[in-house]
Structures are given as C-alpha cells and as structure tokens.
C-alpha cells in the first residue's frame, strides 16, 4: 500500500513539473518579440549597412512584424537572408533567454570603386567580392575608370582567376591585384587616388598630388604587380627627393626590369 502512494506520488509530482514546462513555455513563446540588439563590425570607417536600414529591410521581406511573438520568428531564415545582403560577411542570428534576441555581423570592406563603359559603378572588396553601389553610402577608395567591360556579377575574383573562360573576357582580377597592393601598403594608399584603363590594356596610375601619370601596364600576375610597384616605390623613394616632384610627367614600369622617365616639357 505504501509502494502505490510512493508510485502515484511520484507520478503526480512528475506531472506537476511537466505541466509547469509546458506552461512556461507557451508563456515564453507567447511574448511579444523586442527589437532584436544588433551589433555591427567593420573594419574601417566606410560602413555600408546601418542598424536602422537592416531591420527595415527585415520588416520589407515580413521576416520581422509588428505584435510577432518570440515562436514566429524565423531565426534561420533571418539568418540567410542577411547572410546574403552584398555588404554582409558574416552574420550570427540568436535567441537569448526571455524575449530578447541578437543579430551579430560583420560587414565587408570595400578597397576599390569600379565605374566601367556601361556607366555602371560598384565595389570590389578586400575578400575578391563585388558589392552594389549605395545610394546611402560611400567609401574613399581607389576608383578604377576606363575601358573596363566587366560588370556587377555574383562571382568572386577567385571564381574568375580559377575559370579559364571568365579571366579571359573580365579584368577584374587584374584590379584586385592593384587594388588589394595599393590598401595594404600605407605610402601608395596616400598616394595613389585613380587608376584608369587604356584602350591598350595598360593600367595608369593617377597620384592624388601631382600631376603626372605612372604607367603601370599589365597586372596578370601576383608577382608582376609586385615587381612593379616595388620599383615605383624605389624610384619615389630614392629620385624624387633629389630630382623634384615636378620634373617628370610620366613614370612607366610597365617593362621588366625598367623605370621609364619622361620629363616635362618646358
């Protein structure tokens, strides 16, 4: 007899604590949603998605509403979906206890601004991605101009490097070369503000001050724009300070082994 109260006791008790669970959580998943803590890194100064202009594009895509409760919201699918807006990198989407929740992600950098013939104009980033041209916002990076065909297109820089029958009609992996040496070294990203495209296949460099041309040629290979700009670098360092800034109006490394001078007629 006191087995069977031991046993319908125990079984009451478990029923309690379930019955206690289910409750708490329809409680849980019937509380209204907060805004969701949104914490944004970039690397730089050029931020391309803001707080306020993410939750509007969650709202326009229905994904968060007004009055949602916490289980109607689709923690995954907010996820994709930011995970491929163009300027995202990374993003992380949670719920935490209660009602509250976190998107947490990191946005591109762009390092280059590409306007080609067709008059389109977006962004190459420090990873090989483009990113569209923003209304809202802007970055201070080097612009390429010019006869440049390539347009806007999901395909990374590295997709185009490794298929044969894509870098033989785009240039964009030759722009990511010069783009991604220029960001990186501290002096040419002062100096170098344009990079223009002839008509011949050489790129052109444009210094912010001054007003003469570097010749830069082909960049087809890593080890070629580094060459390159290794002498560019030599020559800024080592002539400029003795001949004069003003004294040349075209500096051509677009030869092997070659520092090409012509100088300004008088």
């Known amino acids: 007899m006191k087995n069977w109260m031991k046993i319908t006791a125990w079984i009451l008790c478990v029923a309690g604590v379930a019955a206690v669970l289910v409750f708490a959580k329809q409680e849980e998943e019937a509380k209204k949603y907060q805004v969701p803590n949104v914490s944004i890194h970039v690397d730089g100064d050029d931020a391309f998605l803001t707080e306020p202009e993410l939750i509007d594009r969650l709202k326009l ?57 067709s008059g389109q104009s977006f962004y190459l980033d420090e990873d090989g991605f483009l990113m569209n041209r923003s209304d809202l916002h802007t970055a201070r990076v080097l612009v390429f101009s010019g006869e440049i065909a390539d347009r806007y297109s999901p395909n990374s820089i590295f997709e185009i490097i490794n298929n044969d029958s894509l870098k033989s009609i785009r240039k964009l992996d030759d722009i990511y070369r010069i783009s991604n040496y220029v960001c990186k070294d501290p002096i040419l990203h002062k100096m170098i503000g344009q990079v223009y495209r002839e008509k011949n296949g050489d790129f052109v460099l444009i210094p912010i001050v001054g007003d003469q041309k570097i010749i830069l040629g082909t960049a087809t ?46």
């Open 61 to 117: 895509r229905r994904l968060i509403e007004k009055n949602q409760e916490v289980k109607n919201l689709n923690i995954r699918k907010i996820e994709y979906v930011i995970a491929k807006m163009p300027e995202v990198k990374r993003v992380k989407v949670f719920k935490r206890i209660g009602n509250k929740w976190d998107i947490q992600l990191e946005l591109r950098k762009p390092i280059a601004r590409i306007f080609n013939k």
């Open 221 to 266: 290979t890593d080890e070629e724009v580094n060459d390159k700009f290794s002498r560019i670098l030599d020559f800024y360092n080592e002539a400029m300070p003795y001949e004069g800034w003003n004294k040349y109006s075209e500096i051509s490394v677009k030869y092997e082994g070659q520092i090409v001078c012509r100088k300004r007629a008088n």
